[in-house]
């Protein structure tokens, strides 16, 4: 199913009950706001790694207002999340904390999942389906989450959707987890993208070039990893063809993050030479 048939136009603020902030951002919000730290027992020696939860019916209109110009400033790299939930504070935080570990028994792996920093979010609407997103968020104790950014926002509301049954994780979906770090950050080149769609479409673009740095040419450094992504983006999609660029993932095989050096120090005419070379390969084709 598609997941943008699930989306709305961001539910204004005030709609919500509380706000996530990523205090890695934002470390010091206003005492007035009564912040609390997202974390449980087992989290709590490393605190200052996780987010924020301030409770918007416990701000008074200065708050919300003071709240309200943080979010606006910060489209352009959002850390802010609004939800919203019918849990209590202190079960929210203990809720909240304990999906931050993403498990699934059958494939046996463990996963650091920060699904309230927008732009982790934003891959797991690509990723997870509906279904494994609304029980995602059940399981977090949200019934609906708004992020709001450049292209203005969006809101996925779990009470609009109505989904029977686990939905569990396939080995595929876990391993995808682990790449959008690495999406995302060939994504932050790309600022000028604006719609959903055109980051969707984008994001499987990289995923792919990802998956064939990794299963075809063996890379794993993360480097490397970022470095061949782009060069797809940037050169020519199958870049790899190139018998310059093919000498250089052969001489770099045996040394994690040299592949990416290699690339780095290439200039304008040898970039021009192994574009060349893929368009003449791709024409004998």
């Given at each position: 199913?598609?997941?943008?048939?699930?989306?709305?136009?961001?539910?204004?603020?005030?709609?919500?009950?509380?706000?996530?902030?990523?205090?890695i951002?934002?470390?010091?919000?206003?005492?007035?706001?009564?912040?609390?730290?997202?974390?449980?027992?087992?989290?709590?020696?490393?605190?200052?790694?996780?987010?924020?939860?301030?409770?918007?019916?416990?701000?008074?209109t200065?708050?919300?207002?003071?709240?309200?110009?943080?979010?606006?400033?910060?489209?352009?790299?959002?850390?802010?999340?609004?939800?919203?939930?019918?849990?209590?504070?202190?079960?929210?935080?203990?809720?909240?904390?304990?999906?931050?570990?993403?498990?699934?028994?059958e494939?046996?792996?463990?996963?650091?999942?920060?699904?309230?920093?927008?732009?982790?979010?934003?891959?797991?609407?690509?990723?997870?389906?509906?279904?494994?997103?609304q029980?995602?968020?059940?399981?977090?104790?949200?019934?609906?989450?708004?992020?709001?950014?450049?292209?203005?926002?969006?809101?996925?509301?779990?009470?609009?959707?109505?989904?029977?049954?686990?939905g569990?994780?396939?080995?595929?979906?876990?391993?995808?987890?682990?790449?959008?770090?690495?999406?995302?950050?060939?994504?932050?080149?790309?600022?000028?993208?604006?719609?959903?769609?055109?980051?969707?479409?984008?994001?499987?673009?990289?995923?792919?070039?990802?998956?064939?740095?990794?299963?075809?040419?063996?890379?794993?450094?993360?480097?490397?990893?970022?470095?061949?992504?782009?060069s797809?983006?940037?050169?020519?999609?199958?870049?790899?063809?190139?018998?310059?660029?093919?000498?250089?993932?052969?001489?770099?095989?045996?040394?994690p993050?040299?592949?990416?050096?290699?690339?780095t120090?290439?200039?304008d005419s040898?970039?021009?030479?192994?574009?060349?070379?893929?368009?003449?390969?791709?024409?004998?084709?």
């Amino acid at each position: 199913m598609d997941i943008l048939r699930y989306l709305h136009h961001p539910y204004a603020l005030t709609k919500h009950t509380h706000v996530i902030i990523d205090r890695i951002y934002y470390p010091s919000p206003p005492e007035e706001w009564k912040a609390r730290p997202i974390v449980s027992a087992i989290l709590s020696p490393q605190e200052k790694l996780y987010p924020w939860l301030v409770t918007l019916n416990k701000l008074n209109t200065e708050g919300i207002s003071q709240l309200s110009s943080l979010i606006n400033e910060t489209t352009q790299q959002p850390f802010v999340m609004a939800i919203s939930s019918q849990y209590p504070d202190d079960a929210l935080i203990l809720r909240l904390a304990d999906a931050f570990i993403f498990y699934e028994p059958e494939v046996g792996e463990r996963y650091l999942l920060r699904y309230y920093d927008c732009l982790v979010y934003f891959q797991l609407l690509r990723i997870l389906t509906p279904l494994q997103l609304q029980n995602l968020n059940r399981m977090a104790g949200i019934d609906y989450c708004t992020w709001f950014d450049n292209s203005g926002g969006l809101t996925f509301d779990c009470e609009k959707i109505v989904f029977s049954g686990w939905g569990g994780y396939s080995e595929e979906s876990v391993y995808r987890l682990r790449n959008i770090g690495l999406i995302n950050q060939v994504l932050q080149q790309y600022e000028a993208l604006i719609s959903v769609e055109s980051k969707i479409s984008l994001s499987n673009e990289i995923e792919r070039y990802i998956n064939v740095a990794r299963k075809k040419f063996g890379l794993t450094h993360h480097d490397d990893i970022k470095i061949f992504a782009l060069s797809g983006l940037e050169l020519h999609p199958l870049f790899w063809q190139s018998a310059r660029v093919a000498k250089i993932l052969y001489k770099t095989s045996s040394t994690p993050g040299a592949f990416s050096d290699e690339i780095t120090l290439l200039d304008d005419s040898e970039r021009r030479l192994i574009v060349t070379e893929c368009q003449s390969k791709n024409k004998e084709n």
